[in-house]
Protein backbone atom coordinates (compact mmCIF):
# COMPACT_ATOMS: atom_id res chain seq x y z
CA UNK A 1 0.00 0.00 0.00
CA UNK A 2 1.34 3.68 -0.36
CA UNK A 3 1.82 6.42 1.55
CA UNK A 4 -1.30 8.45 0.00
CA UNK A 5 -3.34 8.03 3.25
CA UNK A 6 -0.87 9.77 4.80
CA UNK A 7 -1.03 12.14 2.88
CA UNK A 8 -4.94 12.29 3.29
CA UNK A 9 -4.23 12.42 7.50
CA UNK A 10 -2.34 15.94 7.04
CA UNK A 11 0.99 14.38 7.03
CA UNK A 12 2.36 11.18 8.27
CA UNK A 13 1.81 12.06 11.91
CA UNK A 14 -1.70 12.91 11.02
CA UNK A 15 -1.19 15.80 13.83
CA UNK A 16 0.69 13.57 16.18
CA UNK A 17 4.44 14.84 17.49
CA UNK A 18 6.59 13.04 14.70
CA UNK A 19 9.04 11.91 17.44
CA UNK A 20 6.28 9.15 18.55
CA UNK A 21 6.36 7.95 15.37
CA UNK A 22 10.03 7.41 15.06
CA UNK A 23 10.17 5.74 18.74
CA UNK A 24 7.22 3.28 17.31
CA UNK A 25 9.56 2.21 14.42
CA UNK A 26 12.50 2.57 16.37
CA UNK A 27 11.56 0.38 19.64
CA UNK A 28 10.38 -2.14 16.79
CA UNK A 29 13.64 -2.29 14.94
CA UNK A 30 15.12 -2.82 17.87
CA UNK A 31 12.93 -5.01 19.99
CA UNK A 32 11.26 -6.91 16.82
CA UNK A 33 7.42 -7.85 17.09
CA UNK A 34 5.61 -6.63 20.17
CA UNK A 35 1.65 -5.67 20.92
CA UNK A 36 0.11 -2.30 21.14
CA UNK A 37 0.27 -2.40 24.92
CA UNK A 38 3.89 -3.30 24.92
CA UNK A 39 4.90 -0.04 22.67
CA UNK A 40 2.87 1.88 24.97
CA UNK A 41 4.46 0.55 27.94
CA UNK A 42 7.40 0.89 26.30
CA UNK A 43 7.30 4.29 24.98
CA UNK A 44 5.30 5.69 27.73
CA UNK A 45 2.64 7.09 25.10
CA UNK A 46 -1.09 6.55 25.74
CA UNK A 47 -2.25 3.18 24.38
CA UNK A 48 -4.79 5.03 22.21
CA UNK A 49 -2.10 7.50 20.45
CA UNK A 50 0.23 4.05 20.12
CA UNK A 51 -2.85 2.27 18.61
CA UNK A 52 -3.62 5.44 16.13
CA UNK A 53 -0.46 5.74 15.01
CA UNK A 54 -0.08 2.00 14.43
CA UNK A 55 -2.93 1.86 12.03
CA UNK A 56 -1.20 4.30 10.00
CA UNK A 57 1.89 2.82 9.73
CA UNK A 58 -0.03 -0.69 9.04
CA UNK A 59 -2.22 1.62 6.06
CA UNK A 60 1.22 2.86 5.04
CA UNK A 61 2.63 -0.24 4.59
CA UNK A 62 5.26 0.87 7.17
CA UNK A 63 4.12 -1.91 9.80
CA UNK A 64 2.58 -5.27 9.31
CA UNK A 65 -0.43 -6.53 11.42
CA UNK A 66 0.85 -10.05 12.84
CA UNK A 67 -3.00 -10.12 14.11
CA UNK A 68 -3.26 -13.00 17.55
CA UNK A 69 0.64 -13.61 18.79
CA UNK A 70 1.84 -16.92 17.36
CA UNK A 71 2.27 -19.35 20.20
CA UNK A 72 6.41 -20.23 20.90
CA UNK A 73 7.74 -17.20 18.81
CA UNK A 74 10.32 -15.11 21.12
CA UNK A 75 8.89 -11.75 23.05
CA UNK A 76 10.37 -8.87 24.27
CA UNK A 77 9.85 -9.06 28.02
CA UNK A 78 11.12 -12.05 29.02
CA UNK A 79 8.11 -15.06 27.93
CA UNK A 80 6.35 -15.49 24.84
CA UNK A 81 4.23 -13.25 22.73
CA UNK A 82 1.54 -15.98 22.74
CA UNK A 83 1.01 -15.21 26.80
CA UNK A 84 -2.34 -13.82 27.46
CA UNK A 85 -2.59 -10.44 28.52
CA UNK A 86 -5.07 -9.83 31.78
CA UNK A 87 -7.42 -7.24 29.59
CA UNK A 88 -7.37 -9.37 26.65
CA UNK A 89 -10.66 -11.79 28.63
CA UNK A 90 -8.80 -15.23 26.92
CA UNK A 91 -7.78 -13.87 23.40
CA UNK A 92 -4.25 -13.80 22.57
CA UNK A 93 -3.26 -10.00 22.06
CA UNK A 94 -1.91 -8.74 18.51
CA UNK A 95 1.45 -7.89 17.65
CA UNK A 96 3.23 -5.63 14.86
CA UNK A 97 6.74 -5.70 13.45
CA UNK A 98 8.37 -3.71 10.65
CA UNK A 99 7.41 -4.67 7.14
CA UNK A 100 10.81 -7.24 6.00
CA UNK A 101 10.65 -4.85 3.54
CA UNK A 102 12.30 -2.22 5.12
CA UNK A 103 15.51 -3.56 5.17
CA UNK A 104 18.37 -5.65 6.69
CA UNK A 105 21.16 -5.77 9.09
CA UNK A 106 24.23 -8.51 8.73
CA UNK A 107 26.11 -9.55 11.85
CA UNK A 108 29.45 -10.81 12.04
CA UNK A 109 31.28 -12.97 14.60
CA UNK A 110 35.58 -12.80 14.29
CA UNK A 111 36.44 -16.11 16.04
CA UNK A 112 39.44 -18.03 17.13
CA UNK A 113 39.56 -19.56 13.52
CA UNK A 114 36.80 -18.48 12.13
CA UNK A 115 33.97 -16.07 10.89
CA UNK A 116 30.33 -16.54 11.59
CA UNK A 117 27.77 -14.55 9.58
CA UNK A 118 23.91 -14.23 9.72
CA UNK A 119 21.36 -11.64 7.58
CA UNK A 120 17.94 -10.65 9.05
CA UNK A 121 15.92 -8.31 8.26
CA UNK A 122 14.22 -5.50 10.12
CA UNK A 123 11.02 -7.91 11.93
CA UNK A 124 13.84 -10.18 13.04
CA UNK A 125 14.09 -12.64 10.78
CA UNK A 126 17.27 -14.70 9.99
CA UNK A 127 17.08 -15.05 6.07
CA UNK A 128 20.48 -16.66 5.48
CA UNK A 129 23.80 -17.45 7.83
CA UNK A 130 27.21 -18.93 6.91
CA UNK A 131 30.47 -19.61 8.78
CA UNK A 132 33.58 -19.26 6.89
CA UNK A 133 36.66 -21.48 8.48
CA UNK A 134 39.75 -19.23 8.32
CA UNK A 135 42.42 -21.29 10.24
CA UNK A 136 44.39 -20.74 13.09
CA UNK A 137 45.94 -17.21 13.80
CA UNK A 138 44.67 -15.36 10.91
CA UNK A 139 45.40 -11.76 10.49
CA UNK A 140 42.92 -9.01 10.26
CA UNK A 141 43.26 -8.52 6.44
CA UNK A 142 42.39 -12.45 6.17
CA UNK A 143 39.40 -11.94 7.91
CA UNK A 144 38.29 -7.95 6.94
CA UNK A 145 38.72 -9.33 3.52
CA UNK A 146 36.10 -12.71 4.17
CA UNK A 147 33.74 -10.62 6.05
CA UNK A 148 33.45 -8.14 2.94
CA UNK A 149 32.91 -10.81 0.89
CA UNK A 150 30.30 -12.66 2.92
CA UNK A 151 28.98 -9.80 3.57
CA UNK A 152 28.33 -9.63 -0.59
CA UNK A 153 27.44 -13.25 -0.87
CA UNK A 154 24.63 -13.54 2.47
CA UNK A 155 22.81 -10.66 0.44
CA UNK A 156 23.02 -12.29 -2.72
CA UNK A 157 22.01 -16.04 -0.60
CA UNK A 158 18.79 -14.03 0.92
CA UNK A 159 17.72 -12.27 -2.56
CA UNK A 160 17.70 -9.13 -0.72
CA UNK A 161 18.92 -5.93 -2.27
CA UNK A 162 22.43 -4.34 -1.39
CA UNK A 163 20.53 -0.92 -1.16
CA UNK A 164 18.04 -2.23 1.55
CA UNK A 165 21.71 -2.61 4.05
CA UNK A 166 21.29 -0.96 6.97
CA UNK A 167 24.50 -1.29 8.71
CA UNK A 168 26.69 -4.55 9.72
CA UNK A 169 28.07 -5.27 13.29
CA UNK A 170 31.30 -7.19 14.15
CA UNK A 171 31.70 -8.81 17.22
CA UNK A 172 35.63 -9.30 17.67
CA UNK A 173 37.84 -10.83 20.05
CA UNK A 174 39.96 -9.44 22.71
CA UNK A 175 39.44 -5.47 24.54
CA UNK A 176 38.09 -2.96 22.12
CA UNK A 177 38.69 0.42 22.67
CA UNK A 178 35.31 2.28 21.55
CA UNK A 179 36.24 5.50 22.03
CA UNK A 180 39.09 5.07 19.05
CA UNK A 181 37.25 2.56 17.80
CA UNK A 182 40.75 0.09 17.89
CA UNK A 183 41.71 -3.53 19.26
CA UNK A 184 43.47 -2.95 21.88
CA UNK A 185 46.81 -4.97 22.85
CA UNK A 186 45.65 -8.48 23.61
CA UNK A 187 48.07 -11.49 23.56
CA UNK A 188 44.69 -13.62 22.37
CA UNK A 189 44.61 -12.06 18.88
CA UNK A 190 48.14 -10.18 18.52
CA UNK A 191 47.53 -9.90 15.16
CA UNK A 192 44.53 -7.46 15.01
CA UNK A 193 46.46 -5.43 17.53
CA UNK A 194 46.14 -1.48 16.89
CA UNK A 195 43.31 -2.25 14.22
CA UNK A 196 40.39 0.39 13.43
CA UNK A 197 38.16 -2.62 12.32
CA UNK A 198 35.30 -0.23 11.26
CA UNK A 199 36.86 1.84 9.07
CA UNK A 200 38.48 -0.88 7.45
CA UNK A 201 35.41 -2.84 7.39
CA UNK A 202 33.89 -0.07 5.79
CA UNK A 203 36.72 0.36 3.35
CA UNK A 204 36.24 -2.87 1.54
CA UNK A 205 32.01 -2.33 1.58
CA UNK A 206 32.83 0.69 -0.79
CA UNK A 207 31.46 -1.56 -3.76
CA UNK A 208 27.78 -1.38 -2.23
CA UNK A 209 25.91 1.26 -3.59
CA UNK A 210 26.01 3.33 -0.85
CA UNK A 211 28.24 3.89 2.06
CA UNK A 212 27.07 1.24 5.34
CA UNK A 213 27.35 2.10 8.94
CA UNK A 214 29.82 -0.31 11.02
CA UNK A 215 29.38 -1.24 14.68
CA UNK A 216 31.98 -3.14 16.04
CA UNK A 217 32.39 -4.37 19.95
CA UNK A 218 33.86 -6.97 21.66
CA UNK A 219 32.70 -10.45 20.97
CA UNK A 220 31.47 -11.31 24.64
CA UNK A 221 29.55 -7.75 24.70
CA UNK A 222 27.35 -8.64 21.40
CA UNK A 223 26.82 -12.41 23.14
CA UNK A 224 25.31 -10.75 26.45
CA UNK A 225 23.58 -8.71 23.99
CA UNK A 226 21.63 -11.45 21.93
CA UNK A 227 21.06 -13.20 25.36
CA UNK A 228 19.33 -10.18 26.57
CA UNK A 229 17.48 -9.99 22.83
CA UNK A 230 16.50 -13.32 22.03
CA UNK A 231 18.02 -15.63 24.51
CA UNK A 232 18.23 -16.41 28.39
CA UNK A 233 18.54 -12.97 29.39
CA UNK A 234 15.50 -11.68 28.14
CA UNK A 235 13.49 -9.59 30.86
CA UNK A 236 16.60 -8.36 32.73
CA UNK A 237 17.25 -5.38 34.20
CA UNK A 238 20.48 -5.98 36.07
CA UNK A 239 22.47 -8.60 34.41
CA UNK A 240 25.59 -9.84 34.52
CA UNK A 241 27.21 -12.23 31.36
CA UNK A 242 30.55 -14.48 31.50
CA UNK A 243 31.85 -15.69 28.05
CA UNK A 244 33.95 -18.75 28.72
CA UNK A 245 36.07 -19.96 26.39
CA UNK A 246 39.79 -20.07 25.62
CA UNK A 247 39.92 -16.47 27.43
CA UNK A 248 36.97 -15.06 29.75
CA UNK A 249 34.97 -12.21 29.27
CA UNK A 250 32.11 -10.79 30.36
CA UNK A 251 29.51 -7.95 30.20
CA UNK A 252 27.64 -5.82 32.19
CA UNK A 253 24.02 -4.53 31.68
CA UNK A 254 22.57 -2.34 33.83
CA UNK A 255 19.14 -0.43 33.78
CA UNK A 256 18.10 -3.21 30.67
CA UNK A 257 21.18 -1.48 28.36
CA UNK A 258 24.78 -2.41 27.79
CA UNK A 259 26.98 -0.55 30.37
CA UNK A 260 30.85 -0.67 28.74
CA UNK A 261 32.41 1.81 30.63
CA UNK A 262 34.27 4.65 29.86
CA UNK A 263 36.42 3.32 27.16
CA UNK A 264 34.21 0.52 26.55
CA UNK A 265 36.77 -1.64 28.46
CA UNK A 266 34.18 -2.81 31.18
CA UNK A 267 33.18 -6.73 31.87
CA UNK A 268 36.80 -8.20 31.57
CA UNK A 269 36.38 -10.36 34.36
CA UNK A 270 38.62 -13.54 33.18
CA UNK A 271 41.05 -10.29 34.77
CA UNK A 272 39.39 -10.27 38.01
CA UNK A 273 42.52 -11.78 40.46
CA UNK A 274 41.59 -14.54 43.10
CA UNK A 275 44.71 -15.12 44.44
CA UNK A 276 47.81 -12.61 44.27
CA UNK A 277 50.71 -15.58 44.54
CA UNK A 278 48.48 -17.70 41.85
CA UNK A 279 49.59 -18.57 38.75
CA UNK A 280 51.18 -15.93 36.33
CA UNK A 281 48.81 -14.77 33.50
CA UNK A 282 48.84 -13.46 30.17
CA UNK A 283 47.99 -10.26 31.13
CA UNK A 284 51.07 -10.03 33.33
CA UNK A 285 48.70 -10.49 36.68
CA UNK A 286 48.48 -12.99 39.13
CA UNK A 287 46.26 -15.57 39.97
CA UNK A 288 43.35 -14.35 37.13
CA UNK A 289 40.07 -16.42 37.26
CA UNK A 290 41.34 -17.06 33.31
CA UNK A 291 44.50 -19.14 34.64
CA UNK A 292 42.07 -21.20 36.51
CA UNK A 293 38.97 -21.73 34.29
CA UNK A 294 39.92 -20.96 30.61
CA UNK A 295 39.99 -23.66 28.37
CA UNK A 296 43.63 -24.13 28.13
CA UNK A 297 44.25 -24.26 31.93
CA UNK A 298 41.17 -26.47 31.84
CA UNK A 299 42.86 -28.95 29.19
CA UNK A 300 46.40 -28.78 31.04
CA UNK A 301 44.85 -29.82 34.14
CA UNK A 302 42.98 -32.75 32.75
CA UNK A 303 46.88 -33.88 30.60
CA UNK A 304 46.76 -37.46 32.31
CA UNK A 305 43.38 -38.32 31.42
CA UNK A 306 44.85 -38.62 27.44
CA UNK A 307 47.08 -36.98 25.34
CA UNK A 308 45.95 -34.67 22.79
CA UNK A 309 42.90 -34.00 24.42
CA UNK A 310 40.31 -31.32 23.15
CA UNK A 311 37.38 -29.37 24.66
CA UNK A 312 35.07 -31.21 22.55
CA UNK A 313 36.24 -34.60 23.67
CA UNK A 314 35.58 -33.20 27.30
CA UNK A 315 32.18 -31.84 26.88
CA UNK A 316 31.02 -35.10 24.79
CA UNK A 317 32.14 -36.71 27.82
CA UNK A 318 30.60 -34.78 30.61
CA UNK A 319 27.68 -34.45 28.95
CA UNK A 320 27.62 -38.46 28.57
CA UNK A 321 27.02 -38.50 31.87
CA UNK A 322 30.04 -40.01 33.46
CA UNK A 323 30.81 -38.95 37.12
CA UNK A 324 34.47 -39.59 36.82
CA UNK A 325 34.36 -36.53 33.57
CA UNK A 326 31.38 -34.30 35.36
CA UNK A 327 34.54 -33.67 38.54
CA UNK A 328 36.66 -32.21 35.30
CA UNK A 329 35.03 -29.31 36.04
CA UNK A 330 34.97 -29.07 39.78
CA UNK A 331 37.82 -27.03 40.33
CA UNK A 332 36.94 -24.39 37.07
CA UNK A 333 33.26 -24.05 38.52
CA UNK A 334 34.30 -22.93 41.84
CA UNK A 335 36.82 -20.72 40.71
CA UNK A 336 34.33 -19.49 38.53
CA UNK A 337 31.70 -19.12 41.53
CA UNK A 338 34.46 -17.55 43.73
CA UNK A 339 34.82 -14.65 41.37
CA UNK A 340 30.98 -14.47 40.51
CA UNK A 341 30.12 -14.51 43.89
CA UNK A 342 32.70 -11.29 44.37
CA UNK A 343 30.71 -9.73 41.36
CA UNK A 344 27.63 -10.46 42.84
CA UNK A 345 28.34 -8.43 46.06
CA UNK A 346 30.03 -5.57 43.36
CA UNK A 347 27.10 -5.40 41.41
CA UNK A 348 23.84 -7.09 43.00
CA UNK A 349 22.46 -8.26 39.58
CA UNK A 350 19.25 -10.01 39.45
CA UNK A 351 20.62 -12.53 36.88
CA UNK A 352 23.94 -14.27 35.58
CA UNK A 353 24.02 -15.98 32.44
CA UNK A 354 26.79 -18.06 31.35
CA UNK A 355 27.91 -18.49 27.83
CA UNK A 356 30.76 -19.68 25.95
CA UNK A 357 32.31 -23.08 24.77
CA UNK A 358 32.78 -24.30 27.92
CA UNK A 359 29.04 -24.00 29.17
CA UNK A 360 28.45 -26.44 27.01
CA UNK A 361 29.28 -28.67 29.73
CA UNK A 362 26.06 -27.66 31.21
CA UNK A 363 24.32 -28.43 34.69
CA UNK A 364 27.37 -29.97 36.21
CA UNK A 365 29.58 -26.82 35.39
CA UNK A 366 26.68 -24.93 36.33
CA UNK A 367 26.40 -26.46 39.85
CA UNK A 368 30.04 -25.73 40.30
CA UNK A 369 29.20 -22.61 40.02
CA UNK A 370 26.24 -21.78 41.94
CA UNK A 371 28.36 -23.60 44.70
CA UNK A 372 31.01 -21.10 44.73
CA UNK A 373 28.86 -18.11 44.75
CA UNK A 374 26.94 -19.17 47.58
CA UNK A 375 30.67 -18.85 49.47
CA UNK A 376 31.83 -15.56 48.01
CA UNK A 377 28.79 -13.54 47.90
CA UNK A 378 26.55 -11.95 50.76
CA UNK A 379 23.47 -13.68 51.68
CA UNK A 380 21.58 -11.06 50.28
CA UNK A 381 23.47 -10.85 46.70
CA UNK A 382 23.44 -14.76 46.42
CA UNK A 383 19.43 -14.78 45.76
CA UNK A 384 20.68 -14.28 41.83
CA UNK A 385 19.07 -16.26 38.86
CA UNK A 386 22.07 -18.49 37.63
CA UNK A 387 21.80 -20.32 33.67
CA UNK A 388 23.01 -20.97 30.99
CA UNK A 389 22.71 -19.03 27.69
CA UNK A 390 20.60 -19.94 25.30
CA UNK A 391 22.03 -18.89 22.29
CA UNK A 392 24.77 -21.04 21.82
CA UNK A 393 27.74 -20.27 19.21
CA UNK A 394 25.50 -17.69 17.66
CA UNK A 395 24.98 -15.38 20.82
CA UNK A 396 28.16 -12.76 19.60
CA UNK A 397 26.48 -12.65 15.70
CA UNK A 398 23.31 -12.57 16.90
CA UNK A 399 24.15 -9.89 19.28
CA UNK A 400 25.99 -8.22 16.07
CA UNK A 401 22.72 -8.08 14.44
CA UNK A 402 21.19 -6.58 17.44
CA UNK A 403 23.44 -3.28 17.84
CA UNK A 404 22.79 -2.93 14.49
CA UNK A 405 18.75 -2.90 14.70
CA UNK A 406 19.15 -0.81 17.62
CA UNK A 407 20.14 2.34 15.97
CA UNK A 408 18.23 5.00 15.27
CA UNK A 409 15.86 3.91 12.07
CA UNK A 410 16.65 5.69 8.92
CA UNK A 411 13.87 4.03 7.08
CA UNK A 412 11.30 5.15 4.52
CA UNK A 413 7.75 6.79 5.59
CA UNK A 414 6.02 4.48 3.66
CA UNK A 415 7.00 1.38 1.15
CA UNK A 416 4.77 -0.24 -1.55
CA UNK A 417 6.76 -3.50 -1.47
CA UNK A 418 5.95 -7.21 -0.71
CA UNK A 419 4.49 -7.18 3.09
CA UNK A 420 5.43 -10.86 3.25
CA UNK A 421 9.37 -9.85 2.08
CA UNK A 422 10.12 -12.87 0.09
CA UNK A 423 10.85 -13.21 -4.04
CA UNK A 424 8.73 -15.46 -5.65
CA UNK A 425 8.94 -19.29 -5.11
CA UNK A 426 11.31 -18.49 -1.98
CA UNK A 427 10.51 -19.99 1.45
CA UNK A 428 9.32 -17.57 4.13
CA UNK A 429 12.26 -17.65 6.21
CA UNK A 430 12.06 -18.65 10.28
CA UNK A 431 12.01 -16.22 13.39
CA UNK A 432 15.10 -15.06 15.34
CA UNK A 433 16.87 -16.72 17.06
CA UNK A 434 17.85 -19.57 14.46
CA UNK A 435 20.93 -21.67 15.43
CA UNK A 436 22.78 -23.83 13.17
CA UNK A 437 25.98 -26.39 13.66
CA UNK A 438 29.50 -25.23 13.17
Not at 269 to 296: K, M, N, Q, W
Amino acid sequence: MTGGSSAASGGPSGGVRPDTRRRIIGLLRARGPMSRAELATGLGVAKSTVSTLVGRLVEEGVLIDQGPARAGRTGRGGGRTGRRHPSARGRPRSTVTLNPAMGTAIGLDFGFRHLRAVIADVSHTVLAQDVVDLGVDYNADEGLDAAAGTTARLLETAGRPAAGLLGVGAAVIGPMDLTRGIVTRSSMVPRWDGVAVAEELGRRLTRLPHPVPVTVDNDATCAAYGELLWGAAQGARELLYLKLHSGIGGAVISGGALRRGARGAAGEFGHVSLDPDGPLCRCGSRGCLETYAGIPALLASLAPMGPDLTIAAVIDRIRSGDPAWARAVSGPGRRIGQAVGMLCNAFNPDRIVIGGRLADAGQPLLDEIASGLRGFSLPLNAEVGLSLGALGAQASVLGAVGLVLAHDPAVPESTTADPAGAGPGQRPPEPLPKTVSG
